[in-house]
């Protein structure tokens, strides 16, 4: 890539970034939602409804009809196009896209933050969740595909939830994963397990409002201080496993949780087999990432696996046999951005 066409990549990159920003605003504020459901609208009609000053309005609707996101015609009403409303405004569709504009606002606050322990190698100060709130960017993807498609496409484990089953949720955040797999599976219970304890909090009230209170439990605990309880047919480490610390101590811990011929599920981020550049656009993707969010929260303890975003199978098959598994096996599942491994 010769000077010019570099200088154009970063010029069309920071358009992007702002069109980012751009989104995280109609989210926060409802544009978007307010779009669909209103129909096409002035500026002045929008800010009306969205409780929002005109000007600013005015603005943005201007921004996202020039970059394309929305319509406008001689009359100056603006309009979400049906076929933006699942990726802008429909948080139950798989292609819901916002979220990922709410973690880039919260990384940018730190930004200054990591220049200075990507001097030290210390760990940067975790980010508040506030004001923002925590993202969802994978709540539409489980409800819709986790106990739909993915899970059924493993026919050992699916006969086994099918029939009824012990199930662990190892890190289970906001609680989408484990209140997925109970609406696709009745006969299941699931202990879902997080040390964020505002996250369970939240995830416990997702849980009573999707009617599955009664068969998913929500602690906030490390998964070892399970060691005694009774056995788990099947454990799930759902989008985590990279960014803890001791992925081996984790996997120790889980194969330890296992009733016979129980199996660990590992679903996570999918990179190529080996690493090259310049890479595909979905590991420059997982590498951003990994700078600013995945690969801090693992930094500033000389004992941390560091593993960062992008786990190849590689690495994933050093932590399983060093965590006493024998059997690795990356399953069949299709899907674009996620790798589904069995441990035994």
């Not at 010769?2 to 544009?31: H, I």
């Not at 996250?199 to 997702?206: D, F, M, S």
């Amino acid at each position: 890539m010769d000077s010019a066409a570099l200088a154009k990549l970063l010029f069309e990159n920071t358009t992007a970034t702002l069109r980012m920003y751009a989104v995280y605003l109609g989210e926060r504020l409802g544009y978007y939602r307010a779009l669909a459901d209103g129909g096409p609208m002035t500026s002045a009609e929008l800010a009306a409804r969205t409780q929002t000053h005109e000007r600013y309005t005015r603005e943005w609707l201007e921004h996202q009809a020039s970059s394309g996101l929305l319509t406008v015609d001689a009359d100056g009403l603006f309009g979400l196009p049906a076929e933006h409303v699942p990726v802008l405004a429909d948080p139950d569709h798989v292609l819901y896209a916002t979220q990922p504009s709410i973690d880039l606002a919260r990384v940018a606050r730190r930004l200054p933050e990591l220049v200075e322990v990507y001097r030290t190698g210390a760990a940067p100060s975790p980010i508040p969740w506030e004001p923002e709130g925590r993202a969802n960017p994978n709540r539409a993807q489980y409800l819709n595909l986790l106990g739909k498609q993915w899970i059924p496409a493993i026919p050992d484990v699916h006969k086994r939830l099918s029939d009824g089953a012990r199930v662990a949720d190892i890190a289970c955040g906001l609680g989408w994963t484990s209140i997925a797999m109970a609406q696709a599976y009745p006969n299941i219970t699931v202990d879902g397990l997080d040390l964020d304890a505002r996250a369970i909090e939240i995830a416990r009230r997702n849980a009573a409002e999707a009617g599955v209170a009664d068969r998913v439990t929500f602690s906030a605990k490390d998964a070892s201080e399970l060691t005694s309880a009774e056995p788990f047919d099947v454990v799930f480490v759902i989008e985590a496993l990279h960014d803890m610390k001791y992925p081996v101590d984790a996997l120790t811990t889980a194969r330890n949780l296992l009733a016979p011929g129980g199996s660990v599920l590992v679903f996570d981020v999918k990179p190529d087999e080996e690493f090259k550049a310049p890479g595909p656009a979905l590991e420059q993707y997982e590498y951003g990432w990994s700078l600013v969010a995945c690969l801090p929260a693992t930094m500033g303890d000389p004992d941390s696996a560091m593993t960062g975003t992008v786990m190849r199978p590689a690495t994933l098959r050093k932590y399983a046999e060093a965590a006493g598994f024998t059997d690795v096996t990356i399953l069949p599942v299709e899907a674009d951005t996620w790798r589904f491994y069995q441990l035994k």
